[in-house]
């Protein structure tokens, strides 16, 4: 069978599948004190959450019962974004100044301080990993320079490299720290870096943040509520964009976006996503999901089209070995669960 045939029934089946399955959203935990933003899953068993108030959260079987902590000495931080490597290893890093960056190698008995920048203008987005040791993390531009921090050893130091990163960044161009997930590292070197407000960019960098392209990205944008909130790449050249208005997040306007070129260019699905989304994962090449505080939708032909599924509200979404976690405003964390 030629592979335009087999893709030609996998579009053509892809709806027919969906229809037949049901979708059910598993409570794993619910009423802690703590929006939680950052989301990592590390496989069907290891789940990491952080969150306002200082929280960090860490499941060993796939969500079933719950250890809670909050680093001692940085319990009103929000930690925006987490790392998890394993069940000893993980980064949070949170929003706001002064930005701090903390480690633990010992499941969260204790945390190391890794970076520290009391810089008022200071405000990282987001973060992601190559590998076990190569990293990057960006921030809200400062002097209309993106912020970028860059480690290889692990997180154990961070250096700031935007100067690398030549391009001025627009007016009112930020970026947003409602997931973590404007930022997107695979394979050998690659990144991809999704900016909102007053203009919507995509930075793109293929060795490592040393040298960087830049593209626009045609999804909703103009104010400071509106743009890119999280991106997601099958492979270097099929991505997804999310985002819209969060203060309008009902309001299904030009919020999703899927490109065939790596960034290069954009376009419109034939049928959207039902309102704004803050985050967004490919599980498989074909089968993703969004989601948002107004609800989740999922794609069974990588983004072309949207159903939504649910009206419960989150701010996060991840997946690994099949286990799909998603985590809200209000100390909720669910696991999406597929029922043919």
Known sequence: MSQFIKLTLVLFLAPLLASAQQYTFKPLAEGVKSSFRGLSVVNNKIIWVSGS???????????????????????????????????NKAII????????????????????????????????????????????????????????????????????????????MH??????????????????????????????????????????????????QGESSTGVFSVDFFDAKNGLAVGGNYLKDKEALNNVLYTKNGGKKWKKPRKGVAGYRSGVVYVTEYFCIATGTSGTDISVNGGRTWKNISSLSFNAVKTADQLIVLAGGRGQIYQLQIIP
């Open 53 to 87: 108030n200082g929280h960090v959260g860490k499941s060993l079987n796939g969500g079933k019962t719950w250890e809670w902590m909050q680093p001692k000495g940085y319990e009103k931080l929000d930690f925006r974004d987490i790392q998890a490597f394993d069940a």
């Open 93 to 168: 890093v949170n929003a706001g100044s002064p930005a701090y960056i903390l480690s633990t190698k010992d499941g969260g008995k204790t945390w190391t301080e890794n970076y520290k920048n009391t810089d008022s203008a200071i405000f990282l987005d987001g973060m992601d990993f190559w590998d076990g040791q190569n990293g990057m993390i960006f921030g809200d531009p400062i002097n209309k320079q993106l912020q970028l921090l860059k480690t290889t050893d692990g997180g154990t130091s961070w250096q700031n490299v935007s100067q690398n990163l030549a391009f001025p």
């Open 171 to 220: 007016m009112g161009e930020a970026g947003f720290a409602a997931s973590g997930t404007t930022i997107k590292t695979m394979g050998d070197g690659k990144v991809w870096i999704a900016t909102g407000g007053a203009e919507s960019n995509i930075y793109y960098s293929a060795n490592y943040g040393n040298t960087w392209q830049k593209y626009k990205c045609p999804i909703q």
